[in-house]
């Protein structure tokens, strides 16, 4: 396998792949063909979770697996690692990375925290960093990133500070602003800020986070690294890591972009810190530099991370490609959320713009969800009685001004709805329907999910 060690860095693969030639966009009728596996009856408006694979892609990916189980040998030496070639630079492409050196292909987001909170604990182990400097991040962080940094950081010596962020969100400017406090914070009593976490789509609440103007003030305030962890973002909002500048970028390609799970990318910009970023599993190919390393991890399916070509092709069929498909999940999460809203008489957890293909929506006060444990048995109650999939959120009511109220009172509820390719405009309705008539059993006392 060392004989092909210079294809990692072969001029002759670096493009991504054309768009096909069609004389025609993809049809209403050959989506649903797409979809046909998912099971009939289900309002699939969680999309954000674990993503959806089409047929045509699941096809591509048993290609791939009976490859490998055809011939393992002739696979490992002459294909696999020319297929994840042409993976990393197609991602390459759709981020606008230098090289495709700083692009690997790992498991998922949580993989990625491993690998840059590892080497950040490594750095206070050894005594780079001092005792109680800092590790910033925002207090929604995924409670896997939180899990890494008490195993890797914590332990080591090092401190946290979680930023607050509001919710439900006005403006950009609120986040912004709470931000720069706990960069404040973070430097006080002359720590240092060793790492900032930021989110670039939040998971619960969701939103949108203004993640570039975040890194700039990073770099104007001293932070040694920026870890951007976008899950939610490949092919659900634009992304330039030139252009945003953090150290270390992550998105989950199985939500938004159609890959089959699990599969990630981890984009780390070249700099003398580069030789200390390993992945967490030590092969043979460690010292070989973070994207071959990754590569081989051991005897493992690899086929979710060889059809990224294939989902390229499948993304360019639908008009204006990947971006198209941003923009009109949008558009349509959007009016379906505006439309739960009027229905219920409540409002959205943030504006429009703050949003991208998934959307917070108030609850009907008339819920009475008043705890983290009260709103997963209403999902629960959802699925098993409507067939809705559909992620709740609790916010506790503030302190001061208590937050948002409908006609009854306070709204403490907030569902995280999605918009992908498959959904329809019945998905919503079902939805809105069995919420009004839980409200509707509320009013009238009758046995309810929560009693």
Wanted: charge should be negative; hydrophobic fraction near 40%.
């Amino acid at each position: 396998m060392d004989s092909d060690r210079g294809e990692n860095g072969d001029s002759s693969h670096n493009h991504v792949s054309k768009k096909p030639k069609l004389s025609a966009f993809i049809s209403e009728e050959e989506i649903r063909q797409e979809f046909s596996h998912h099971q009939r009856g289900i309002a699939r408006i969680n999309n954000g979770s674990f993503g959806s694979c089409p047929a045509s892609i699941i096809a591509a990916q048993k290609e791939w697996q009976l490859r490998f189980l055809q011939q393992p040998d002739d696979f490992y030496f002459n294909h696999l690692r020319k297929g994840l070639l042409e993976s990393r630079t197609v991602v390459k492409g759709l981020i606008n990375a230098d090289s495709v050196d700083e692009v690997s292909l790992i498991d998922n987001a949580t993989t990625a925290a491993a690998i840059v909170l590892q080497q950040i604990g490594r750095a206070f182990a050894q005594g780079k960093f001092q005792k109680g400097d800092v590790v910033v991040m925002l207090h929604c962080a995924f409670q896997s990133v939180k899990k890494s940094i008490q195993a890797y950081v914590t332990g080591a010596g090092g401190s946290v500070i979680e930023v607050q962020l509001p919710f439900p969100l006005t403006s950009k400017e609120e986040i912004v602003s709470e931000f720069r406090k706990g960069l404040e914070k973070g430097k006080s009593d002359g720590r240092h800020v060793r790492l900032a976490i930021i989110d670039h789509i939040t998971s619960m609440p969701c939103v949108v986070v203004p993640v570039e103007e975040l890194v700039k003030i990073c770099r104007q305030e001293g932070v040694d690294q920026v870890f951007v962890d976008a899950a939610h973002a490949i092919g659900s909002v634009p992304v330039d890591v030139k252009e945003i500048g953090a150290d270390f970028y992550v998105s989950n390609l199985h939500k938004w972009f159609f890959c089959p799970p699990s599969v990630a990318f981890l984009y780390c910009r070249k700099s003398p810190l580069s030789s200390e970023v390993h992945h967490p599993v030590v092969s043979h190919e460690f010292g070989n530099g973070l994207a071959i390393e990754s590569s081989w991890i051991g005897t493992r399916d690899y086929s979710s991370q060889l059809v990224v070509p294939s989902v390229l092709e499948f993304v360019n069929r639908f008009e204006g490609g990947i971006e198209g498909i941003m923009m009109r999940n949008h558009e349509i999460v959007v009016k379906m959320g505006e439309m739960l809203a009027k229905s219920w008489g409540t409002n959205l957890g943030a504006p429009p713009e703050m949003c991208a293909s998934m959307i917070m929506v108030g609850l009907p006060s008339r819920l009475f969800i008043s705890s983290e444990e009260d709103a997963m048995r209403l999902r629960s109650y959802l699925r098993q009685h409507h067939g809705i999939e559909v992620p709740l959120h609790y916010q506790a009511p503030s302190d001061v001004e208590g937050g948002p109220k409908d006609k009854d009172g306070l709204v403490t509820g907030y569902a995280r709805i999605s918009h992908q390719v498959y959904n329809s405009f019945d998905d919503y309705c079902k939805f809105r329907d069995a919420i009004n008539q839980l409200v509707e059993q509320r009013r009238s006392c009758k046995m309810l999910f929560m009693e």
